[in-house]
Structure formats: C-alpha cells, structure tokens
C-alpha cells in the first residue's frame, strides 16, 4: 500500500518510493538521506501533528508536515 509520510501512524515503516517538491525543499530531503530506497520508520508526531520524528539510516530527523507530504512511501507490513 502507498501513501505519503505525513499520512503514517506511530509505529508505521516504509520504504521511500519517490521523493516529490519544488527544488529546494526536494533538495533539503535527499541531503538529509531521504532517498529513494531509504526505510523510515515514525517515531514520534507532537500533539498537532506538526512535527513529526523518524529514523532513516540510522540516525533521528524532525520534519514538518509539509515536507513529509512530498515523501511517497510503500507501507511494509
């Protein structure tokens, strides 16, 4: 099943299908190790779900909701 970053529950992994965006925050995304192939997993989303923490490639990274939303995922099981 595909759906975007921002739409994954607490506890949900997936792995990076495509990374959309306008130029700079795409750039932003795939220097910070969200690449295509990359697994995710959601950690934590602060109470107004803005923002959200993942681990991806073994490290903690905090984004908004407007950058996870240019993350399309494949949801793993």
């Known amino acids: 099943m595909e759906k975007t970053l921002n739409e994954f529950g607490i506890g949900e992994r997936g792995v990076v299908k495509s990374v959309g965006g306008e130029g700079r925050i795409k ?6 190790g ?5 697994e995710i997993f959601l950690r934590k989303k602060a109470p107004l779900g803005d923002p959200i923490e ?12 407007t950058e996870a939303a240019c993350v399309n995922m494949e949801v793993s099981i």
């Open 34 to 38: 969200i690449t295509p192939g990359a």
């Open 27 to 32: 750039r932003r995304l795939f220097d910070m």
């Open 54 to 65: 993942v681990t991806v490639r073994g490290y903690e990274l905090t984004l908004r909701k």
